[in-house]
């Protein structure tokens, strides 16, 4: 028979092993899907994907805010002499690297514009920036033709179509019908829905330029027609490109990002 030390050391060990087994530890964080699950079986519906609040929730996402008809707002041209297009590729950097590749010119499978190292893979683009503080970037060999413009597209988690230091909401670089100048976000036909089945806000002549460096910015105008701080991330796991407002608050629910300075290179 065990003497009682024994004993007591050999119920402390079972203890130990059944806790360690009731309570393993996670390795993996939790995090919101970026794009949808699958790819749509069909042509958007009129209703927005996930339209009810019931239904977000059930997909761990926030209620959708009411949404609000806003008047646009234009921006004034710089001059009313015709713009000669500029043509060329537009490359990036990962995380302060001086350059590490460039813009694809084919979409992933959501329409999302992706990350290449191969010259020969590079999207080629004309841009008329001389037109005004910002502008449309047209593909001219890849991206897809029913939807010609390099635009942002809102992301189908958000809870509504505004970027802000304060939230996680994000905006697809996806191929876009074409939106005024400074114009607030459009309920638009785009890559991205035509691909997610998921209706969404876009806008197109979001792009203002560095003469000086000819780094890309992106100028996103949230529904009040103010324009938020933003930044271009690189989004690894989805090969795709996003614009938000927070750093922070989107990786937090998302996962992990690169910083990406897009350049655009003249042919």
Known sequence: MPSASNLIRFLAL?????????????????????????????????????TTNAQRMARGLPPKKPRFNHARRLVARQSATPCVPLTGIIGVALDGAPSTGYLASALNAFGEFQYTQNLNEALEVSICFSEGPVFDIKPTNGGNPTYPFLGAVTGFANSDSNLSPNNY?????????????????????????????????????????????????????????SVPAQTIRFVASSNAFTVIGSVAQFESNFGATQEAVLTFIAA
């Open 169 to 225: 909401n994000y905006v697809y670089l996806a191929g876009t019908t074409q939106t005024p100048a400074g114009s607030t976000p459009q309920r638009q036909a785009n890559a991205f829905s035509a691909a997610a089945g998921v209706p969404e806000d876009v806008e197109s002549a979001i792009w203002s330029i560095n003469t000086a460096t000819n780094v890309l910015s992106s100028n996103w105008v949230n529904t009040d027609g």
């Open 14 to 50: 079972s203890v130990t092993a059944l806790s360690a087994v009731a309570t393993p530890s996670r390795t993996v964080p939790d995090v919101l899907p970026f794009n949808p699950l699958q790819l749509a079986a069909r042509a958007p519906a009129p209703e927005p994907y996930l």
